[in-house]
């Protein structure tokens, strides 16, 4: 069983910054036993792929509309998974999701992903 906890989210300014982070709390696996990835869901919206990360973090994974603000990264050592959101948009505005793959794989799609977290909420006002 794995159960993800993310937190980090808030409210804050166009063109400012979050770092959000998910922590792994997993029974019979180590944390580096999954990939990682990062979700996000907008009022009446279905749910978009933002990022993932392999097993080491040395493979990562975007959303080709948010390369380049967006940073995904893994820390084994602490269990944690962390998303870097820079120059943020309101269009940015949802509730985050972490995601775990017992596997390798670290793509888009939110199927492929076994275990998921509560969410968080990002909202950015202009």
């Known amino acids: 069983q794995v159960q993800l906890v993310e937190s980090g989210g808030g409210l804050v300014q166009d063109g400012g910054s979050l770092r959000l982070s998910c922590s792994c709390e997993a029974s019979g696996l180590t944390f580096n036993s999954y990939t990682m990835g990062w979700f996000r869901q907008a009022p009446g919206k279905e749910r978009e792929f933002v990022a993932a990360?392999?097993?080491?973090?040395?493979?990562?994974n975007y959303a080709d509309s948010l390369k380049g603000r967006f940073t995904i990264s893994r820390d084994n050592a602490k269990n944690t998974v962390y998303l870097q959101m820079n120059s943020l948009k309101p269009a940015d505005t949802a509730v985050y999701y972490c995601?775990?793959?017992?596997?390798?794989?670290?793509?888009?799609?939110?199927?492929?992903?076994?275990?998921w977290g509560q969410g968080t909420q990002v909202t950015v006002s202009s």
């Open positions: 995601a775990a793959n017992e596997g390798y794989y670290y793509g888009s799609h939110s199927s492929q992903y076994d275990y």
């Open positions: 990360i392999n097993r080491s973090g040395a493979g990562k």
